[in-house]
């Protein structure tokens, strides 16, 4: 099997993350401003729990070439995606101390939780299935946004962010990691009682997605 069959598997919760309110009010710069914010604001509180999940692929890895392909995503997360994240916070004034100070709102808390929880209890292709919706899932909006005609991009309050997730470094970065999670995956059968449990968890996590939107669209009521 390969990722695009989980996909295939969760029609349905994956139309409904990637084609989510806040998603196209974004693209339309229609977005309330406290959605985004309050978005931001766990999104960075969400990134600290990732890259714990990622190193924890590092302790479930059985071959160094699987704790190897970790690591840069440990690295990037640590070193580069959340100061570039704060950056970018800090031009909607969110100071650090904002985002550390901020307490983690439920959305948050069951999804990343979900996450550790599949790799702790499962292995190392349960912790990538639970964690595939999020890289993957954004690889798919950014793109679709950027290739959309009807995205607004000039005078957008909203732009850098479809630049970004539309953009071709984070574009590459996502094929890489599905490149090995293909190759995690390609001796599972779907059928299987493996194969099935991996639709399960991609599911649970692509519906947290969604409620991970949801969570910063209802700020505005």
Known sequence: MKYQ??????????????????????????????????????????????????????YKAN???DMRQALPSVHALLDSEIAHHV????????????????????????????????????????????LAPCSIGYAAIGKALIEDSETVREGNPYAS??????GDEFQAGVAQGTEHFNRLLQDIDINSQKGQHLIQVFRTATRMEVAFWQQGFDIQR
Not at 31 to 44: E, I, S
Not at 161 to 166: K, P
């Open 5 to 58: 069959d989980l996909i295939d598997a969760c029609r349905s919760d994956w139309s409904d993350y990637t084609q989510h309110a806040f998603v196209r009010q974004l693209a339309k710069g229609r977005l309330d401003q406290a959605c985004f914010l309050h978005y931001l604001k766990q999104d960075f509180l969400f990134l600290k729990q990732y890259a714990r999940a990622y190193a924890l692929a590092i």
């Open 63 to 65: 071959s160094l070439q």
């Open 87 to 130: 950056t970018y916070c800090d031009q909607w004034g969110l100071t650090e101390s904002d985002l550390e100070n901020e307490a983690e709102d439920f959305g948050t808390v069951a999804y990343t939780r979900y996450v550790l929880d599949a790799g702790m209890t499962g292995d190392l292709v349960d912790l990538y299935a639970a």
């Open 161 to 166: 962010w479809i630049e970004l997730y539309g």
